[in-house]
């Protein structure tokens, strides 16, 4: 015989009683493992208690037995329905096949066990940051569309849709009615808001839920994997649980609170009538600013037209005119002293010059001798024949006895001859001699 599974073949099968054999001592290494669910069944046989375990959200149940030890400390404790916790060890009933759970300890869950793990689960997922402020999306100032996740035909859906139309009619939902109690409901919930948090045309996610018991409002909508879903999702999402007293995880991870379903129509939405009344409130108050504004620039303008420039605009050019005459005349009157005054300076230059002129000497009654440097050929009169060689006589020794003279006065010449020559007086007022 094989000696184990895989060299088993057609030829070389194991018998079915050592199949199960086998399969029982490998199940019973199990270890006893502590695992959750609900009650389904409870029965009391010869003192060993019969059970029937089923998970609390899937499709899956298991056959348990307590025996005797055990089941008597069971009686009264757990109630068929009721969830319980149980430490457990897989066994194999060899002749049937038949897989059940030998019960080595179960317990009741209270709402203070469930409130302990809420609370614990809150430590740790805000350990992890998911309930940081920074990480909370703003919601949009008026959503297109509204994804509401709510109970099937709840009044929470009622309120929301009714107050919401209230304050904007316009407001577009996108409704998804899933299961808001019970151990599907953080599944439906969770789907639910994926759906819609891929549709493109939601703004804004809603999940509502009216009041009741603490374990049908906070234990739901405290699921790790709800609040981890929350915390993915990329459209802002609404937390309106109706429940004051205990807070659910889900009011940590949404990006805004709401206490009541009612409430988070003031949230998604603006109140139109107060809008309605706030804009023709600015546009009054525009009105009135621009009305006081047109006034203001009239006022300006008319005191700007009532100034004499533009009153009497011809009154810039008669200043301007006068203003003109004046300079004209100032300058005809600069211009004429100027010319006087070199009027003035040419005549005494002239005064000048002519005082310093021979012409002005001779006009004083002086005399210019010359005398002939030549004794050349004479004329008919006796004098010099050559016109050149005439200088002036400055001393007597340059003029000698009967040399011809040329006396020039103020008016014409006169010839002579020098009859005399008189020498000029010394120092002592004597004369050197004379011829």
Do not use: C
């Not at 049908?216 to 790790?224: G, K, N, Q, R, Y």
Request: proline share 5%; charged share 25%; aromatic share 4%.
């Amino acid at each position: 015989m094989p000696a184990n599974s895989r060299e088993t073949s057609p030829e070389t099968p194991w018998p079915l009683s050592h199949f199960s054999g086998k399969l029982k001592a490998h199940i019973e290494k199990v270890t006893p493992t502590w695992v959750e669910g609900q009650l389904v069944e409870f029965t009391l046989r010869n003192g060993n208690a019969w059970m029937t375990l089923r998970d609390l959200e899937q499709e899956v149940s298991f056959s348990a037995v307590a025996w005797r030890n055990v089941a008597s400390g069971l009686d009264g404790v757990v109630q068929p329905g009721s969830r319980v916790v149980a430490q457990v060890r897989p066994n194999l009933y060899e002749k049937t096949g038949r897989l059940s759970l030998v019960t080595q300890q179960m317990r009741p869950v209270g709402l203070g066990d469930l409130l302990a793990r809420v609370e614990q689960l809150k430590k740790q997922l805000a350990a992890e940051g998911l309930f940081a402020a920074d990480r909370k999306k703003p919601l949009p100032l008026l959503p297109a569309r509204i994804g509401l996740i709510t109970g099937r035909d709840s009044d929470a859906k009622k309120d929301i849709l009714r107050n919401t139309h209230a304050r904007w009619s316009a407001a577009q939902f996108e409704i998804r009615e899933v299961a808001t109690q019970g151990a599907a409901a953080p599944v439906e919930v969770a789907a639910a808001l994926a759906e819609l948090d891929a549709d493109q045309h939601v703004d804004v996610i809603v999940i509502a839920r009216g009041g009741g018991a603490l374990e049908e409002v906070v234990l739901p909508f405290s699921d790790e994997r709800l609040i981890r879903a929350v915390a993915a999702a990329r459209t802002p999402v609404v937390s309106a649980i109706g429940h004051e007293a205990d807070r659910p995880l889900l009011d940590e991870v949404a990006d805004v609170r709401a206490s009541t379903p009612t409430g988070s129509a003031k949230l998604l939405v603006v109140d139109e009538a107060l809008e309605r009344e706030n804009i023709s409130q600015a546009r009054a108050r525009m009105s009135t600013g621009v009305q006081r504004m047109v006034a203001r620039e009239a006022e300006w303008l008319s005191a700007v037209r009532s100034r004499p420039v533009l009153a009497q605009p011809e009154t810039m050019v008669t200043v301007r005119a006068e203003e003109l005459t004046g300079l004209r005349r100032r300058a005809l009157v600069s211009v004429e002293a100027s010319v006087a005054r070199a009027r003035d300076w040419v005549g005494q230059a002239r005064a000048r010059v002519t005082g310093l002129s021979p012409q002005s000497t001779l006009d004083r009654g002086y005399a210019v001798v010359q005398t002939h440097a030549d004794d050349g050929a004479l004329d008919a009169e006796g004098l010099p024949a050559a016109r050149g060689g005439w200088q002036i006589v400055r001393d007597t020794e340059t003029v000698a006895v009967g040399a011809p003279l040329r006396v020039m006065v103020a008016r014409g010449e006169l010839t002579a001859r020098a009859a005399r020559v008189i020498e000029a007086e010394d120092e002592n007022g004597s004369r050197e001699g004379s011829t």
